[in-house]
């Protein structure tokens, strides 16, 4: 990469002494926002169109499989790039690499809508049809996960070296994605008529719609290695000699380091998946909204995760103590979710649900922004890299084993 240092600069000069250059109309900070926005995009396409998928399928655990299986192949991923990161041998291709690979599979998952319609409505329905279909479903799914998995974890683990403004960019992208998706399949599930033809076609367009967000993102990634802003950073991080050392000899220890806020993140994930989105779309019911229900409760959470975010904007607690014993106490949700069901005849409407599934997605948004701020930002920036993608790592395995104990709500109906 060609240097920023002046000709006439000396040798011996610091890049801690360059000024950052100006983000010129924010351009650095709307791409990590998009981009945030993107990776999570085929995540909440998938589970947002539940309507669909369990009518084709209505003996399914539609979004428990889904978050089963998609978190299982992030989580593999992860783990991948965190053991390479380790290693002295062989380097890992470069961030701008590994997202338009990862970006490339999520274009191809998204096209899952055809491809499954194809499947089932164009041949005679038995359950040997149903079932391959479901399956090629869950494998498309999976296949999104492990896209997940390279981008999230190359598009964290890269920006936990800049300011922290830009991880903050990248979380609130991320409840973006939600809130979009969900705002989405209302618009087109609500302008074609309420008919198995109208469910299909709107369906379609929702994928479609959601395919092109990941094609512009792709150009953002191409686009961003190229700002000024970007080029500083990068240089100063190649210039450093003690890059490469801290990585791969002192790996534990950095995790150390973060040890609390590692599993602060583990611990906000697994209590966030083992409720949303199974529990909102599958444990209670309304007889008011019917089959819109579990769309209007997975957009609610959506709302509040997009509201918690970006509250970092406007204030992130120096300390992180706070925010880890905040993440501890989230275990209240089980209580207060479970009397939705089998407490007071009151907290079985609908209220109640709505409010607490928006009090999820606050807290979930602001604990997850915040903490994803402060690790980097608690190592020195050699090892801030490092430390970016052991919290997705754990973040992602909070995911997995949330959505695994999701599944002990059946038991209780």
């Not at 240097?3 to 791409?31: F, K």
């Not at 299986?69 to 690499?97: D, E, H, I, K, Q």
């Not at 819109?292 to 992180?320: E, Q």
């Amino acid at each position: 990469m060609e240097s920023l240092r002046p000709p006439d600069t000396p040798e011996t000069s610091s890049d801690d002494d360059l000024e950052e250059p100006n983000d010129t109309y924010h351009l650095a900070y709307i791409i990590h926002f998009l981009l945030g926005t993107g990776y999570l995009i085929p995540w909440n396409a998938f589970i947002t169109a539940v309507d669909y998928f369990q009518f084709l399928y209505p003996t399914k655990h539609i979004n428990k499989v889904f978050s089963v299986g998609y978190m299982s192949a992030a989580v593999t991923v992860l783990f991948t790039l965190m053991c390479w990161t380790r290693s002295s041998r062989v380097n890992l291709p470069s961030v701008r690499t590994r997202m338009n690979i990862g970006q490339g599979l999520f274009v191809s998952a998204l096209m899952v809508a055809p491809v499954t319609d194809w499947i089932v409505n164009g041949r005679k329905q038995t359950e040997t049809v149903t079932d391959v279909s479901f399956v090629v479903l869950v494998s498309v799914v999976m296949v999104s996960g492990l896209a997940d998995g390279l981008v999230g974890g190359s598009l964290v683990g890269a920006t936990g070296e800049l300011p922290g403004r830009y991880m903050q960019a990248v979380f609130a992208g991320n409840a973006t994605a939600g809130l979009v998706v969900s705002i989405l399949r209302i618009i087109t599930k609500a302008s074609l008529p309420h008919t198995q033809k109208g469910l299909r076609t709107s369906t379609q367009i929702y994928f479609m719609f959601s395919a092109l967000i990941i094609l512009l993102c792709i150009i953002c990634t191409n686009v961003l290695h190229k700002l000024p802003v970007l080029r500083f950073y990068q240089t100063r991080k190649h210039n450093n000699p003690t890059h490469h050392i801290s990585i791969t000899s002192n790996f534990w220890e950095v995790v150390k380091k973060i040890r609390w806020l590692v599993t602060a993140v583990f611990v906000t994930y697994v209590i966030s998946l083992s409720i949303f989105p199974g529990y909102l779309s599958e444990n209670v019911k309304s007889d008011y909204f019917k089959d819109w229900y579990p769309i209007i409760l997975i957009t609610t959470f959506n709302v509040g995760d997009f509201m918690g975010k970006c509250l970092t904007a406007v204030y992130v607690p120096r300390g992180s103590n706070g925010a880890v014993w905040a993440c501890m106490g989230r275990v209240i949700f089980y209580p207060l979710f479970m009397g939705c069901i089998h407490g007071p005849k009151w907290m079985h409407s609908e209220g109640p649900v709505i409010v607490l599934t928006l009090m999820l997605g606050v807290s979930n948004g602001y604990l997850t922004s915040v903490l994803m701020i402060v690790a980097p930002k608690s190592v020195p920036i050699e090892e801030a890299e490092v430390v970016g993608i052991v919290m997705e790592t754990f973040l992602v395995v909070g995911l997995v084993v949330g959505s695994a104990l999701g599944w002990l709500w059946n038991f209780e109906n």
